[in-house]
């Protein structure tokens, strides 16, 4: 792999650390090496790190915009199969513990549902969300979904990361090896749409 995709490479009890011109990525499995909220155990984490030139303040106001940080599920990609997810906020609109996240639709022909419910939110320094029970996903089941935001030498350390569990319908096991694939696209996903609003 090209030294300007990854720099270094270290395999760690539970995870894959990768270093990258992007920004810092884990990879961890059977158990999750970094669960840090609530007691649930989820099966697999994978996380990515990466330095904004903005305040502390200000890249979690940006990420605290939950329809903002999740627009990628609104437009239809390769990723997606070609479908897209619409909202439903509650009044608090995700920017208080308890409020709720509501996404529905359709895929190759599948009703998609999940409703998810912040569960922690401190700022200007941490979010986490997590799924309802039992949501109508293809290659994921139950998650747990956060991003925490430090001061550091150059403005702010964004860290964004998703704690998931395999889905478990028949169709869904027969896709679950895309779930990497789909947790690796949508954590990135929120750090690039990170990145490019503050780059300007």
């Known amino acids: ?22 920004g810092t ?6 158990g999750g090496a970094m669960q840090e909220t609530c007691n649930r155990i989820f099966a697999r984490t994978y996380e990515l790190s990466t330095e904004i ?6 890249v979690f106001d940006h990420l605290d915009d939950h329809e903002r940080l999740a ?17 439903t906020l509650d009044s608090a609109r995700g920017r208080a513990v308890g409020s709720r996240i509501v996404m529905t639709g359709t895929l190759l022909g599948l009703d998609m549902y999940v409703a998810e419910a912040v569960i922690e939110r401190t700022p200007p320094s941490r979010k986490v969300w997590e799924t309802e029970p039992n949501p109508r996903l293809l290659v994921i089941g139950n998650y747990r979904m ?25 169709l ?6 895309l779930a990497y694939f789909y947790a690796r696209w949508c954590v990135g996903r929120m750090i690039a749409d990170a990145r490019q609003h503050f780059s300007h």
């Open 25 to 30: 990525e884990v990879v961890a499995f059977g």
């Open 53 to 58: 030139l903005a305040s502390q303040q200000a």
């Open 1 to 22: 792999m090209p030294d300007s995709i990854m720099v270094n490479l270290l395999i760690f009890k539970h995870a894959i650390r990768v270093y990258s011109a992007v």
């Open 146 to 170: 956060g991003f925490e935001v430090t001061p550091d030498s150059v403005g702010a350390l964004l860290r964004i990361f998703i704690e998931y569990d395999l889905p478990g319908s028949r």
């Open 71 to 87: 627009v990628h599920m609104t437009q239809s990609s390769a990723m997606m199969a070609g479908a897209h997810f619409s909202f």
């Open 172 to 177: 869904a096991k027969i896709l679950a090896p």
